[in-house]
């Protein structure tokens, strides 16, 4: 197709390749990682919710550029990369262990379920 070697679809394509990777490392690194915004109650729930059992996460902002071994990428672009990678376009957005859980209410619900220790290696509760 035309339009598919024009010079936006190269940068979109090119967008999408960096937001990869910024992704990929930032999970990579980090046992538990939350992108989220200001204000946000539901982040404000997460990151809570692994303070409280100990656990110490990576918190992502997406208002700015995100950052990780030199690759950069506009925290919009990588919010609408996870968006349509993972089909969740709400914040927070977590991962743990490098595995997509989702948001708050996921999130939550694995914790009370006694899956999120299992996937952190911590004991049960």
Known sequence: CTSCNSPLMSRVLSMASQAAKVLD???????VVIFSRDPCPYCVSAK????????PFKEVGFSGDVSAEGQSVNGQELQ?????????????????NGEFVGGFDKT??????????????????
């Open 25 to 31: 490392t930032l999970v990579k690194q980090n046992k």
């Open 48 to 55: 809570r919710l692994f303070t409280n059992i100990g656990v």
């Open 80 to 96: 609408a990369y996870i968006g349509e990678t993972f089909e969740h376009y709400t914040v927070p957005v977590v991962f743990v």
């Open 108 to 125: 939550s619900a694995l914790h009370k379920a006694g899956k999120l220790a299992t996937m952190l290696g911590l004991p049960k509760a």
